[in-house]
């Protein structure tokens, strides 16, 4: 059986850092699903409380997150962990959840954890994965060779790039 991914809805879960967030977007996009990007705070107290204790409620959330639910969440991110959990509940356990990096709390809490190998947590459900999930791909690199070969033409060759990260909100 094929499922057409055009046709699953998918919502992408984090608390908005840009390198969290290209991580999930990326795992949509290798999946082929046109994601809904909700970015999430936490309410107090739940906001102090750790995700641990399952308290999540409807006022947990700003903003609301309200049904339809999505066949497919996928999350990062301390405050995603609430989320994950609130939707799968919510969606009485149709919602498939997808939490990557380390959510520091049991994994059986989700369908499935990728964490990288550097995080301890492991477990029947648990991908270790050697880097990031990212966005890049030979199509986005060729275009992007294409792009900017005018502007390296004139340089010497070796070239040597240093890549900075910059700021993550």
């Given at each position: 059986?094929?499922?057409?991914?055009?046709?699953?809805?998918?919502?992408?879960?984090?608390?908005?850092?840009?390198?969290?967030?290209?991580?999930?977007?990326?795992?949509?996009?290798?999946?082929?699903?046109?994601?809904?990007?909700k970015r999430v705070g936490l309410r107090q107290p739940w906001k102090s409380l750790s995700p641990w204790l399952g308290l999540?409620?409807?006022?947990?959330?700003?903003?609301?997150?309200?049904?339809?639910?999505?066949?497919?969440?996928?999350?990062?991110?301390?405050?995603?962990?609430?989320?994950?959990?609130?939707?799968?509940?919510?969606?009485?356990?149709?919602?498939?959840?997808?939490?990557?990096?380390?959510?520091?709390?049991?994994?059986?809490?989700?369908?499935?954890?990728?964490?990288?190998?550097?995080?301890?947590?492991?477990?029947?459900?648990?991908?270790?994965?050697?880097?990031?999930?990212?966005?890049?791909?030979?199509?986005?690199?060729?275009?992007?060779?294409?792009?900017?070969?005018?502007?390296?033409?004139?340089?010497?060759?070796?070239?040597?790039?240093?890549?900075?990260?910059?700021?993550?909100?």
């Amino acid at each position: 059986m094929t499922v057409n991914p055009n046709s699953l809805q998918c919502w992408i879960v984090t608390e908005g850092m840009a390198g969290t967030e290209n991580q999930c977007i990326g795992v949509a996009e290798s999946l082929r699903l046109e994601p809904v990007i909700k970015r999430v705070g936490l309410r107090q107290p739940w906001k102090s409380l750790s995700p641990w204790l399952g308290l999540e409620t409807a006022g947990t959330f700003t903003p609301a997150l309200t049904d339809p639910w999505p066949d497919i969440l996928i999350a990062a991110g301390r405050k995603s962990i609430a989320a994950s959990r609130y939707v799968k509940r919510m969606s009485g356990g149709k919602t498939l959840t997808v939490q990557l990096q380390d959510p520091r709390i049991s994994p059986r809490h989700f369908d499935l954890v990728a964490v990288p190998e550097h995080d301890p947590t492991r477990g029947d459900n648990v991908i270790v994965t050697k880097a990031a999930p990212n966005r890049i791909s030979e199509t986005r690199l060729s275009r992007a060779r294409s792009d900017f070969a005018p502007l390296f033409a004139m340089m010497p060759a070796p070239r040597v790039a240093v890549l900075l990260g910059g700021n993550s909100k």
